[in-house]
């Protein structure tokens, strides 16, 4: 979207040069990175980026204003309802289209929010790697503000770590060496010093939790929460001795409660020229004529089930009266052609904007972002199988 640096990165790319640089990922913890990691970064200028952040903070204000926990208080499963929830979200992650307006420019559309941790570690791995393939200019940054490399994982140690040794917190998943996000539970680990530790294997001993650390059992006083309950639940097969929703003595960083409250139930309230109109199905007084155009959401499903992109009458009708609450009937975006390959093939991209509310804290912060490519109709694996210059990816911010 940099026009210059596009044209010089496209120039100077070669297969063999992003070879190099998967190997040197793999080959980092001796295992093979299980997503795939697209050929380029994306370039964004500064008029895209002044609009992102306009559009970051027309979501955080509702957000952050004082009748939001009463506005979601629908929001989570009665059944996955977590003690001790803290005031904000820890972490916030939105994720935004690059469309474009009538005019031609860059324009960011509202796709999905999180208030659950993304990559935040391996988003700056990644942009090493790119930096050091590829030509990358100085004039632009994968980090905000003024912050550096060192200062952002002393904040990020700061907000996982709290007041705790770092043997005293854990990075809590089911099987986290299985999952596709791995890289990023040992690169937090090589950084910040905690341990990825699968729900099976926390103790329990009254309203205490332990684990085996160095053949020790140590006590664990936080958990930095990587652990889905829609993963978790279907795993019965899973061993245990706590349940994320029992009253325990632990702090919670990136509260559960907070993935179900900053979500796809979130949508709605944002009025935004940066978010596509909105609706619960059941607050929907007349459907629309031109079905096409919209897009169909269970509120609570993770990784894209159950949505339906070619929405039918059928498709609405079916769905019973008392279930019409969990859903959300959203327009469509339109995505521009954000970029182009090396070989003019366009590419469509989606742009996470990573931030962090650090305890104690009046607001937000904005520290890092993520990139996701596709040649495909939508942005996914599903729809982008056997193709190239698709995938996640770092964003190259152009600095102020």
């Not at 664990?220 to 325990?248: C, G, S």
């Not at 979130?266 to 059941?282: E, G, M, R, W």
């Not at 009708?317 to 052609?337: C, D, G, M, W």
Request: net charge negative.
């Amino acid at each position: 979207m940099i026009s210059a640096l596009r044209q010089q990165y496209n120039a100077q790319f070669r297969e063999e040069k992003y070879q190099e640089m998967l190997a040197k990922l793999n080959q980092r913890y001796q295992k093979k990175i299980d997503f795939r990691i697209a050929e380029t970064p994306i370039f964004v200028p500064k008029a895209l980026k002044k609009r992102l952040l306009a559009g970051c903070e027309d979501i955080i204000k509702v957000i952050a204003a004082p009748n939001f926990k009463s506005l979601t208080s629908q929001a989570i499963p009665p059944h996955q309802w977590v003690p001790n929830e803290d005031a904000h979200p820890t972490f916030l992650t939105i994720d935004f289209a690059v469309c474009q307006d009538e005019q031609g420019e860059w324009l960011p559309q509202l796709i999905e929010m999180q208030g659950f941790p993304s990559l935040y570690g391996f988003q700056n791995l990644i942009a090493n790697e790119f930096r050091q393939h590829f030509d990358i200019s100085d004039s632009v940054s994968h980090l905000f503000g003024d912050l550096t490399e060192e200062g952002y994982f002393a904040l990020l140690k700061r907000v996982i770590l709290g007041n705790h040794a770092p043997e005293n917190v854990i990075l809590l998943e089911i099987e986290p060496h299985r999952q596709k996000t791995w890289v990023d539970f040992y690169y937090t680990r090589e950084k910040i010093g905690i341990e990825p530790v699968c729900i099976s294997e926390v103790i329990r001993e009254g309203t205490k939790l332990y684990y085996f650390h160095n053949g020790q059992k140590t006590p664990i006083h936080r958990i930095y929460n990587r652990l889905i309950f829609d993963e978790f639940e279907k795993r019965a097969d899973l061993p245990r001795q706590f349940n994320l929703t029992e009253a325990v003595e632990v702090e919670w960083v990136g509260h559960p409660n907070w993935f179900f409250r900053m979500s796809k139930y979130t949508v709605p309230f944002i009025q935004s020229p940066y978010a596509p109109p909105t609706q619960f199905l059941h607050q929907v007084s007349q459907i629309p004529q031109d079905l096409e155009n919209y897009v169909l959401k269970p509120l609570f499903s993770f990784a894209g089930a159950g949505v339906k992109f070619d929405v039918k009458l059928e498709d609405i009708t079916k769905i019973p009266e008392n279930e019409r609450p969990h859903f959300i009937l959203q327009k469509k975006v339109q995505y521009a052609s954000a970029l182009h390959d090396h070989e003019g093939e366009p590419i469509k991209a989606e742009i996470r904007m990573m931030f962090l509310w650090e305890a104690g804290q009046a607001q937000a912060q904005l520290v890092t972002s993520l990139g996701r490519l596709s040649k495909g109709k939508m942005i996914g694996v599903d729809f982008n199988k056997d193709k190239t210059w698709v995938g996640g990816t770092a964003v190259f911010f152009e600095k102020d």
